[in-house]
């Protein structure tokens, strides 16, 4: 049984960085390619980014592209998404998900509420 | 790079038949596969169809996915309405130009 599991929520003031993990348990990180969305409240589905294995490194949204980092730590199957320079904007649920049966986002976490306010 | 364009918000009474519709907005709809998500209140996505027309297992086939090339648009289609549909739903592709997934912006299905 596959399973997601996030960190639990953060409240950041603005300018700050927040850091969300996801652990994988019952398949090997490695072995995946872990996606990150967010959602605003209210609002729809955002896809900010993935780690593709399959090319080394990660691809980032553009809108993404400076402020967001995601790296992964094969030895505990975690994967981490540090966004930079919050603003209230940033207030959302973040997602972790994941192809693992389907060629398609078939697996999520719970997800990470991070609250930016001053 | 393109956008993916949904209605805002559909409804139809239970047992119907309900279209929700997602445009490309540049380049061929039939380029990348189109998955579709369900998202209740409160709970994380779930997928609906993937590669256009194809559904996972515990999917009821009340619902499919389709594409049309002529108005470069995916559909999903959900029959026999039940209450328990109600909820938002998303397309969702891939662009090739920047490796980029993104999603639609949701349409919010109401039955009554």
């Known amino acids: 049984q596959v399973q997601l599991v996030q960190s639990g929520a953060e409240v950041k003031k603005p300018g700050a960085s927040v850091k969300v993990s996801c652990k994988v348990s019952?398949?090997?990180?490695?072995?995946?390619?872990m996606h990150w969305v967010r959602q605003a409240p209210g609002k729809g589905l955002e896809w900010m980014g993935n780690?593709?294995?399959?090319?080394?490194?990660?691809i980032y949204a553009q809108k993404f592209q400076h402020r967001v980092t995601m790296t992964e730590d094969p030895s505990t199957d975690t994967a981490y998404m540090e966004l930079s320079s919050l603003r209230s904007e940033d207030t959302a649920l973040y997602y972790c998900?994941?192809?693992?049966?389907?060629?398609?986002?078939?697996?999520w976490g719970q997800g990470t509420l991070v609250t930016v306010s001053s | 790079n393109f956008m993916l364009t949904q209605p805002h918000s559909v409804s139809e009474s239970p047992g119907k038949t309900v279209t929700i519709s997602c445009t490309r907005s540049s380049g061929s709809i039939a380029s990348n596969s189109v998955q579709w998500f369900q998202q209740r209140p409160g709970s994380s996505p779930t997928t609906m169809i993937y590669e256009d027309n194809r559904r996972p297992s515990g999917v009821p086939d009340r619902f499919s996915g389709s594409i049309d090339n002529s108005s470069n648009s995916a559909s999903l289609t959900i029959s026999g309405l039940k209450t328990e549909d109600e909820a938002d739903y998303y397309c969702?592709?891939?662009?090739?130009?920047?490796?980029?997934?993104?999603f639609g912006g949701g349409t919010k299905l109401t039955v009554l």
């Open positions: 998900a994941t192809p693992v049966v389907l060629p398609a986002l078939d697996y």
């Open positions: 019952g398949y090997t990180l490695t072995e995946l390619s």
């Open positions: 969702q592709s891939y662009d090739n130009n920047n490796r980029n997934w993104l």
């Open positions: 780690f593709d294995p399959e090319h080394g490194g990660s």
